[in-house]
């Protein structure tokens, strides 16, 4: 195991920490004060508050009073407070290092991050304190007044989620948004530019036309999406990455079934911006705040509480009796206390949503020894990576404080890819995670399928049955327990808890009594609103949950009147009518939307914005443009034709067709209403309607 990096610290950057770390808690102390706290005469600090105003460490100001001694007023500025959090790291390295010299001469044991079977002394490195890049409440008010004339850069959710694990250390050792530099680094080998182990790019992705307002060096406030700033960071690098080899290189292959490889292709910016972060106040969470612990209040309470060993799991998953088992294992296996450490931030698309998983662990904790398990929520916004995600979260957990990682089959896989395969083998995420366990310091524990034995009456690995021949063996997949939770089916006490069957059944309701949103697309005059409001009178006509017809013309006319056909426009346009209905569906209402729709990566993002609440059902009005052409009530084919309407879906602007819609329906030659009964019995066969 290599020991730990640290560059000595000269005179200069010594009495520099000292300067900036007595101006960040005292800022209204006087000149006087400051010299006797940090050892230096009034002559020599005058020296370095001249030497850090120009450095642009700090700002110097005049205040009012009567006393001349305190005629000036200091507050370090976003770089100084930058300046102070890498100083402050070099300097607790520096002090561990010593630490770690003096233990190996106490107790003839070498130097640096020992065997974690040896780690038995106090402060052990699961224990010690970490840095964070948060500057002192003083200074947060004084930034928050600077940030003001800073530009500023709404964050998006996945961002925000990012940008708190870089603030309270549990994305260490990393300062910021990487540079470019450090970037390619951890797409080529997972390392930055320094050699330090590193799999997931963390990365300020930006629109084109933020990204070229800014300079080098440049001081930008990073805001929630309410205006709230958290955080300033100083620009280093500006660049325009390359998409598809990041995708192949980190995700394994350039394919848009991956979700992740979708959002970076669809979703994220085009440019990147890295650079070091300056922290100002953590994102506010009004959910489930007693369960939201930093990396150093989850290493403070395994030092109250007596803990050398912890085993974290992790899940973005409800708990089952299978789950239980398998914790209760693990930490046999390890001999070490549990964590239970769900994600609560960005997971896969369709996972059940967090509010519900948290309800659901809550129901099951006192399931499990008091004394001896705790749970705590991470605000991590998943890649779904499959190995190097795996390793992600074992770096992330040792941040926490944790000795011990489960890693399971297919740990963080996505699914199938366009082919139809798994992005990657079932034991790739084990194999990776094994290779890098030491340098990481964190020992992982191998995910058991587990399986009900029912002559036995309980849970066992699925590869420790000797007798499988002469045992009933019984387990639930994922997709059959969703069936079942659709089709108000029992769920047996074997497989989960009361308790959480109850949860799910809230969030989950049979699916005749659960929202949905049925979304036709096609060529302007494939008859889309036609069928769409055919659709919607048959569905009044069943009565029982309310329904919306969300038209194309409708909506541009009501919600979208100031938008033009650009690409950009068209694509708002799609999001907006989808945002309504999700917000519909969510409450048990029927969404009907008939728009073009025309570019499949925007009815993916709608299609996946509205099944985290209910079914969608994509209709493929599939109806020919020479047959759409023809029929030409409004006169709109001739204008384009002529030129004289620009970027026109069919002529001269593309049509993406659907490749897998629930239902396609070709009009020509089949009235209305035979269309419509067949969106009917459609909805009828997914289980949405009760067919009479």
């Not at 390295?93 to 106090?122: N, V």
């Not at 911006?273 to 994102?283: D, K, S």
């Not at 690409?567 to 989808?578: A, V």
Request: glycine share 8%; charged share 25%.
């Amino acid at each position: 195991m290599p020991s730990q990096k640290t560059s000595p610290i000269s005179d200069e950057e010594d009495q520099l920490f000292r300067l900036l770390r007595h101006l960040d808690m005292a800022p209204d102390a006087s000149q006087r004060t400051i010299s006797s706290a940090i050892g230096v005469s009034l002559g020599r600090l005058n020296a370095q508050l001249r030497s850090a105003s120009e450095a642009g460490f700090i700002k110097v100001s005049q205040r009012a009073g009567p006393d001349k001694r305190q005629r000036f007023a200091y507050a370090l500025t976003t770089r100084g407070a930058a300046e102070k959090i890498r100083l402050t790291d070099q300097f607790l390295a520096a002090k561990f290092l010593e630490y770690q010299m003096l233990h190996a001469e106490l107790t003839g044991i070498r130097p640096g991050l020992t065997p974690l079977s040896d780690r038995t002394t106090f402060m052990q490195n699961n224990l010690a304190p970490i840095s964070e890049l948060y500057v002192s409440s003083d200074s947060a008010q004084k930034l928050k007044v600077e940030a003001a004339d800073l530009v500023s850069w709404d964050l998006t959710p996945r961002q925000i989620c990012d940008l708190e694990l870089l603030m309270n250390g549990g994305f260490a050792p990393l300062k910021g948004f990487l540079t470019e530099a450090d970037y390619d680094g951890v797409v080529e080998n997972m390392r930055t530019a320094d050699g330090t182990l590193w799999p997931m790019p963390i990365t300020l992705d930006v629109s084109e036309e933020f990204a070229s307002k800014l300079e080098e060096g440049q001081d930008i406030a990073l805001r929630d999406q309410e205006g709230v700033i958290l955080a300033t960071m100083t620009v280093t690098d500006n660049w325009t990455p390359n998409k598809s080899k990041e995708a192949e290189k980190v995700f394994g292959a350039d394919d848009e079934a991956h979700p992740a490889v979708h959002y970076l292709h669809n979703t994220a910016g085009n440019v990147y911006l890295g650079g070091p972060v300056t922290g100002i106040q953590t994102p506010m969470h009004y959910d489930f705040r007693a369960r939201r612990d930093t990396p150093n209040e989850l290493r403070a309470f395994f030092r109250k509480m007596g803990w050398r060993k912890v085993v974290a799991f992790q899940t973005r998953n409800p708990l089952h009796r299978a789950h239980q088992e398998l914790t209760f294992r693990a930490a046999r296996e390890a001999q070490a206390n549990l964590l239970i450490h769900p994600v609560v931030g960005m997971t896969k698309p369709g996972d059940v949503d967090h509010f519900t998983r948290v309800r659901c662990y809550e129901a099951v904790l006192d399931k499990y020894p008091a004394s001896t398990t705790t749970m705590s929520l991470l605000p991590l916004a998943m890649r779904m990576a499959g190995p190097r995600e795996a390793v992600w979260h074992g770096l992330i957990r040792k941040n926490y404080g944790v000795t011990h990682f489960i890693v399971g089959r297919d740990h963080a896989g996505p699914g199938s890819n366009s082919a139809g395969e798994d992005f990657y083998g079932p034991y790739d995420a084990q194999e990776l995670f094994k290779e890098h366990e030491e340098e990481m310091g964190i020992e992982m524990v191998p995910f058991k399928h587990m399986v009900y034995v029912e002559e036995r009456a309980q849970y066992e690995p699925n590869d420790e049955i000797e007798d499988k021949d002469n045992v009933t063996i019984l387990n639930i997949s994922g997709t059959e327990l969703r069936r079942r939770l659709a089709e108000g089916l029992e769920i047996p006490e074997w497989f989960s808890f009361p308790e959480v069957v109850a949860e799910l059944r809230k969030t989950k309701p049979p699916r005749a009594k659960q929202g949905f949103t049925v979304f036709l697309t096609g060529f302007s005059g494939s008859g889309k609103s036609t069928i769409a409001n055919a659709v919607m009178v048959k569905l009044m006509e069943m009565g029982g949950r309310p329904v919306t017809l969300l038209d194309g013309d409708i909506v541009r006319k009501n919600l979208s009147s100031e938008l033009g056909f650009s690409k950009e426009h068209r694509d708002l346009n799609i999001q907006r009518i989808g945002y309504v209905a999700s917000e519909i569906t969510k409450n048990g209402g029927i969404a009907i939307c008939a728009p073009i729709a025309p570019y499949a990566a925007t009815r993916r993002i709608v299609r996946e914005g509205i099944e985290q609440y209910g079914a969608f059902v994509e209709v493929h009005v599939a109806t020919s443009i020479e047959e759409c052409e023809r029929r030409d009530r409004k006169g709109l084919y001739k204008l384009a034709r002529e030129g004289k309407i620009k970027e026109f879906t069919g002529i001269s602007d593309p049509y993406d067709v659907p490749k897998n819609p629930e239902l396609s329906i070709d009009t020509e030659g089949t009235d209305v209403d035979n269309c419509a009964h067949q969106v009917i019995l459609k909805l009828e066969s997914l289980g949405l309607i009760n067919g009479n």
